[in-house]
């Protein structure tokens, strides 16, 4: 007779958990089709200019949205859109005119004028309280001597340029998010339908972002009342996880999912380099679609900044392998508050489970051995015991 590895049915389970809580992160309908119609506004307003180095230009998305990696701020319903507007017939144009090409245009609209501020490399439109959005457009040129299609964006407190590449750093992570790892399913075991089940009409994302939503969220959490701004920023923890994720799986096997995040978190750090020759560490985490961009820039000026995140990953760690020895769904809802993810979304996950599991069940979905990070197998079970009630 087959019988469960040690903890098999409790990692699995708590893949799904980790599922509906990344689900619960996410933008509703209502917010992402408020963010459409604002990015299209502002779109559309700046194509519309009469400068023809903004007529003439590109407007595209960057960052979270646009990888698919959004979280929610903690305890809050703002969510942020960033976009890059790339104006042509600007190569000569010094990094402040581009800059102030953009502005000039906000500024010409009575509406985002009374919403405009001015940050390092964006423009920022600060929506109303009640739509809890912010808007950074962030200017560009191109950058001739990228061969990947890279860009240039003003750095206005060095009077510079700094070369960037979302959109083919957009591309570079989606191919990365498209892999999937090798699970060594255990066959002749059929788990407890303890397991949170999910509706096959939901759309998983995958592993990898999902790896990155829980990282992020993690991070805010531990961060939560750190004003210094040593935080992790996204794209480090973006770009190394999507690095950790690619050789694994790539090179490995997992039993199933909650392996495969435990494994690319504590694969991270391999991706960062250190010169130490100096005496002082000198820390790179490239961008790995355009020369001259480093991450971990601020790391080498701000050295608390790589403390932290070693602080991060070790917590991170850390708190991953406690909840492997929590068992009952109170229990791991509340540890999932306090420790991953915040009480409110975290509270949001045992409604969903309830909510799935009597849909699943319904339909005839109800399946034994289906849930995790974005992978869905299984054979569709009867009962009523869940949870171990």
């Not at 061969?147 to 070369?163: A, F, I, M």
């Not at 399946?367 to 015991?385: D, E, F, I």
Request: with cysteine; aromatic share 8%; net charge negative.
């Amino acid at each position: 007779m087959t019988t469960n590895p040690p903890s098999f049915a409790q990692q699995r389970y708590l893949s799904g958990m980790l599922e509906l809580l990344c689900q619960s992160m996410e933008l509703t309908a209502t917010q992402y089709q408020e963010a459409q119609a604002k990015y299209e506004a502002v779109s559309n307003w700046l194509a519309d200019s009469d400068d023809p180095r903004l007529a003439s230009g590109l407007i595209f998305p960057q960052g979270s949205m646009r990888l698919g990696t959004t979280v929610k701020p903690l305890g809050r319903d703002e969510f942020d859109i960033d976009l890059v507007s790339q104006l042509g017939y600007a190569q000569t144009d010094s990094p402040n005119e581009v800059y102030g090409a953009i502005g000039s245009r906000l500024s010409a609209n009575g509406t985002y004028k009374a919403l405009l501020e001015r940050k390092n490399r964006c423009w920022r439109l600060n929506y109303a309280e009640s739509s809890g959005l912010h808007m950074d457009i962030t200017p560009a040129i191109r950058n001739v001597i990228c061969t990947n299609d890279g860009l240039l964006v003003p750095d206005r407190e060095l009077s510079d340029w700094s070369p960037s590449n979302p959109a083919g750093y957009a591309d570079w992570f989606e191919e990365r998010a498209k892999l999937r790892p090798t699970m060594l399913f255990v066959e002749g075991v059929t788990l407890r339908a303890d397991i949170a089940p999910l509706p096959e009409q939901i759309q998983l994302k995958g592993p990898l972002k999902r790896i990155v939503q829980l990282c992020k969220r993690h991070r805010d959490l531990m961060f939560v009342d750190d004003n210094t701004g040593a935080a992790p920023i996204s794209i480090v923890l973006t770009t190394l996880a999507a690095h950790a994720y690619e050789r694994l799986a790539r090179t490995a096997r997992f039993n199933n999912e909650y392996e495969l995040v435990a494994a690319v978190i504590r694969a991270m750090p391999d991706f960062i380099k250190i010169d130490e020759s100096s005496g002082q560490p000198i820390y790179v985490i490239d961008n790995p679609t355009t020369d001259g961009e480093n991450f971990a820039e601020r790391w080498n000026d701000h050295p608390e900044r790589a403390q932290a995140f070693y602080r991060w990953y070790g917590r991170m760690l850390t708190d991953l392998d406690k909840l492997m020895e929590v068992h009952g769904r109170d229990n791991v809802v509340r540890y999932l508050g306090e420790h991953i993810a915040g009480t409110r979304d975290a509270g949001k996950v045992a409604n969903l489970v309830t909510d799935r599991v009597t849909a699943a069940r319904e339909k005839g979905l109800l399946k034994s051995a289906t849930v995790g990070l974005g992978l869905t197998t299984g054979q569709a079970v009867q009962g009523n015991t869940f949870f171990g009630k």
